[in-house]
């Protein structure tokens, strides 16, 4: 005896059966791509930003239809023109709107904004009170996705992968069970 461990013995303690394997790695790389399409969404708002999807053209070309937009908190006097800023709309602070700062009127305490797209101003100056932020970032065409994955349907979809990768883990543990109790039944019968 040498002392020096079975090689052969050390091999076959770290085989594991195909399916089990399968369903673990199969299941292991669903949850990293959930959880990979959904920092995107959710890091950000920890540090502050705020996510929205733009649903008009009026911005276009520089921010199309569809585009995620991330907007960043600050100080609405430190906002300059030509920037472009988020804020809830006069008639209706449910809508949030994306426009170009043509004007900030920090005395008025306003913003004269204009859509890229649009003939003239809006008609209506942005308040300071309706101020949401600057939009630092945009990438077109993500909103959609984005809208799809925080709507109800993404939530469900999202559920359904939880659920898959949590049977997928209890098969592989199943199928490595199983896979152990046929190579000891093997051994013994050695």
Do not use: W
């Not at 790695?25 to 669903?30: A, N, Q, R, S, Y």
């Amino acid at each position: 005896m040498t002392g020096k461990p079975d090689r052969k013995k050390k091999k076959e303690g770290k085989r594991r059966s195909s399916a089990a394997l399968f369903c673990n790695i199969f299941g292991t790389v669903m949850l990293v791509a959930l959880v990979l399409v959904c920092l995107p969404l959710t890091v950000p708002r920890l540090f502050g930003y705020h996510i929205y999807t733009v649903i008009s053209g009026s911005m276009e070309p520089a921010i199309p239809t569809g585009s995620l937009v991330y907007i960043q908190e600050m100080e609405p006097e430190d906002v300059e023109a030509d920037d472009v800023i988020a804020f809830y709309g006069a008639k209706d602070s449910a809508s949030i709107i994306t426009h170009r700062v043509v004007e900030n009127r920090v005395l008025m305490g306003e913003f004269i904004t204009k859509g890229d797209a649009n003939q003239t101003e809006d008609m209506n100056p942005a308040s300071y009170e309706n101020f949401i932020g600057k939009v630092v970032k945009s990438y077109p065409e993500i909103g959609e996705i984005a809208q799809i994955l925080t709507g109800p349907e993404g939530k469900v979809i999202a559920g359904g992968v939880i659920a898959a990768a949590v049977v997928l883990q209890i098969l592989a543990s199943m199928f490595e069970r199983r896979y152990e109790k046929r190579r000891r039944g093997k051994a013994e019968e050695a």
